[in-house]
């Protein structure tokens, strides 16, 4: 066996000798059901660990998370984890987090073939093409890639006020926040990209459903 995962499974004994020795009774009560306030969409990137760069606890977020925090519509996978989060825990916030030095969205700005996730990517493909005007103008290839990033998580915020989850929420009152973040891998600080939306009238009219 591996050191590393040897390591691991001792790591999870340790883990739960410092939980009981802080509470008692911390795993009788999570066992009871998850009332989490939160669902984070976020990236597969191995350096963005929702929980821990928020400082949460088990139970305090649901988590989705993909290559390049995708909202694709017809994503059964991320359909059912919104459903779930909205209609059944309730959840008041969602957070789309992306990251500075997505390796998808690098991959998405240029050409070269990396296998099946090349049809993944043109969902990101497809953000580029609605604004390559403003993208394009940017010479500097880095932060055109950070402006890629920013622009990729603002349409994801859209794409999830798109769904018919999100504006049916809307509609029976439900409160409901989406935000965008964006997190830098290099200082740990996440920043709110201030995406607001809390009202299918904030999106273009040919999306806006009616109940
Ligand atoms: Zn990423």
Redesign the pocket.
Known sequence: MSDFYKKILDNNKQWVVDALEKDPNFFADLAKGQTPPLLWIG?S?SRVPANEIIGAKPGEVFVHRN??NMVVHSDMNMLSVLDYAVNVLKVKHVIVCG?YG???VKAAMGNQSIGIIDNWIRHIKDVYRLHNTYLDSIEDETERFNAFVEINIKEQVFDLSKTSIVQAAWKSGQALSIHGWVYGLNSGFVTDLEVNISSNTDLDEVFQLQF
Do not use: L
């Open positions: 990236c990137d290559i390049a990251h997505c390796g998808g």
